[in-house]
């Protein structure tokens, strides 16, 4: 049988997955996902947790022994998820040892309301790092305004990034910017910037549902011609960013004290429109050294029927550039939409790290009642 997620990964794609939970571990689920189905890295986010909290029953002795100690909720939470990822980090840890550091990760975000506040972000990143414990570790930051400062601060402490919810080019840039700026903070502050890692994290499939919207509004059959194309030329052009980037006489200098690059990773990479191909982004965005982190259904997917064609971005850079100059020319506000996603992104986050407070939080109530936790 042909080992499609193999080539995959020989054509230079890590594949990562995009879910975690306790059932998924002590069954040896993650375990089986590494061995078998070439599964590299982990990625978490408030949502995928919330989940996973609601629906094992996994967590209740752990929820008992904190209502016992009057543990607070955001504590509480903080404990809960940081015994999971540390798991999933020594689960990895294969891959980051035979990787020599590069593979093998597994992100946890801190909170989302702090998302628009650089000291507490940077604050809560070195406090998950210290309670995780791994050197496989990855904490996710997302690329707010605040974000970027917070990005650079973390780096220069040695601390490894995943750099989340990026939607726009500029943006991107930005993001580079602030990860070579930690880089050479961290070799000032004595680090040893070969243990340090680094993505970022660029979604993907929702500016197709974001822009695929605007084009239903407008109705026309040029705008109906660009359905399903934005998202695909977006992240086509950030890698071009990318390559540009990491060939700089300024990265090399970075490279040569035995730095790793910052990995494009793409994200949210589940086919939302069931017209479109369930695996096009994967298979449209297949690049060497690039992250692919997804959801367990389409990892399965691709190992039935995804097509490895070798290197599928970088031969497309101008196909992407007519693609936003037609959206551009019929009316499409791409500044908008990018504001707009960055927005909804950390409000969604934020949302499911209410319910997350929340659910903890009744179920702490629940065992210090002396019921099922």
Request: proline content about 3%; some cysteine.
């Amino acid at each position: 049988m042909t080992d499609r997620l193999r080539e995959l990964t020989a054509a230079g794609v890590a594949v990562w997955l995009d879910d975690l939970s306790r059932t998924r571990l002590s069954s040896g689920g993650l375990d089986q996902l590494r061995r078998e189905k070439h599964v590299a890295g982990v990625t978490t986010n408030p949502t995928i947790f919330a989940k996973a909290l609601k629906d094992a029953d996994e967590y209740d002795w752990q929820v008992r022994d904190l209502a016992a100690r009057e543990v607070q909720v955001e504590e509480a939470v903080r404990m809960l998820t940081t015994y999971d990822v540390r798991w999933a980090c020594d689960v990895m840890r294969p891959s980051y040892d035979g990787s020599a550091g590069v593979d093998g990760r597994v992100s946890i975000e801190v909170d989302p309301r702090l998302a628009h506040d650089t000291l507490k972000t940077v604050a809560e990143a070195k406090a998950l790092w210290w309670l995780v414990d791994r050197p496989n570790l990855f904490i996710k930051i997302p690329a707010t305004e605040a974000g970027l400062p917070a990005i650079t601060a973390t780096l220069a402490e040695g601390i490894s990034v995943n750099v989340t919810l990026i939607f726009g080019l500029d943006r991107y840039s930005q993001v580079m910017e602030a990860f070579l700026a930690g880089l050479e903070q961290a070799k000032a502050n004595g680090h040893d910037l070969s243990t340090i890692g680094s993505v970022a994290s660029f979604f993907v499939s929702r500016v197709d549902s974001e822009i695929d919207k605007r084009l239903e509004k407008i109705g026309s059959a040029e705008a109906k011609g660009l359905r399903g194309k934005a998202a695909v030329a977006n992240a086509r052009l950030a890698y071009e960013r990318y390559a540009e980037v990491f060939a700089s006489d300024r990265w090399r200098a970075l490279a040569d004290a035995g730095a790793h690059p910052q990995r494009p990773l793409w994200a949210s990479t589940s086919t939302k429109n069931p017209d479109y191909r369930d695996v096009i982004y994967v298979e449209e965005l297949i690049a060497p050294g690039t992250v692919n982190t997804m959801p367990e259904p389409v990892i399965h997917a691709y190992a039935d029927h995804g097509e490895t064609r070798g290197d599928t971005v970088t031969d497309g850079y101008d196909e992407a550039r007519q693609v936003f100059a037609d959206l551009e020319s019929i009316g499409v506000d791409m500044a908008d939409v990018i504001a707009t996603l960055e927005r909804e992104g950390v409000e969604k986050f934020e949302a499911s790290w209410q319910e997350l407070l929340d659910g903890v939080r009744t179920s702490l109530e629940a065992a210090q009642r002396g019921g099922k936790a």
